[in-house]
């Protein structure tokens, strides 16, 4: 069994900037594709950046492109999510989750296997 535990979240400026991490445990991370997807109050949960299980594919929602980065380390097991220029449109409730297929990278949440607690994103204007 993998688990999934994000940190990093908690109050920012509009143009500030954050590093969420999502450390795992159990088999297979560094065969996985990592994904973080988030969900703001009354909207749906949408993948906002994955990376494939060796690094070499990213992939990125639209409105994140240019601010946001993901990146891992698998000797750390860990998956990181470095948010800048940061917009109260940010505002949500990020989840870091595991795909056991590590590539290509697939952006359905229902193809995501494992889930973390989540992590309470707040950008104030």
């Known amino acids: 069994q993998v688990q999934l535990v994000e940190s990093g979240g908690g109050l920012v400026q509009a143009g500030g900037s954050l590093r969420l991490s999502c450390a795992a445990s159990?088999?297979?991370?560094?065969?996985?594709?990592m994904g973080w997807f988030r969900q703001a109050p009354g909207k749906d949960l949408d993948l906002v950046a994955a990376?494939?299980?060796?690094?070499?594919?990213?992939h990125y929602a639209d409105s994140v492109k240019g601010r946001f980065t993901i990146d891992r380390d698998n000797d750390k097991r860990t998956v990181y999510l470095q948010m800048n220029n940061l917009d109260p449109e940010d505002t949500a409730v990020y989840f870091c989750?595991?795909?056991?297929?590590?590539?290509?990278?697939?952006?359905?949440?229902?193809?995501?296997?494992?889930w973390g607690q989540g992590t309470q994103v707040t950008v104030s204007s």
């Open positions: 159990g088999r297979g991370f560094s065969s996985f594709v």
């Open positions: 989750a595991a795909d056991r297929i590590g590539w290509p990278i697939r952006t359905s949440k229902n193809n995501y296997d494992y």
């Open positions: 990376i494939s299980w060796s690094g070499a594919d990213r």
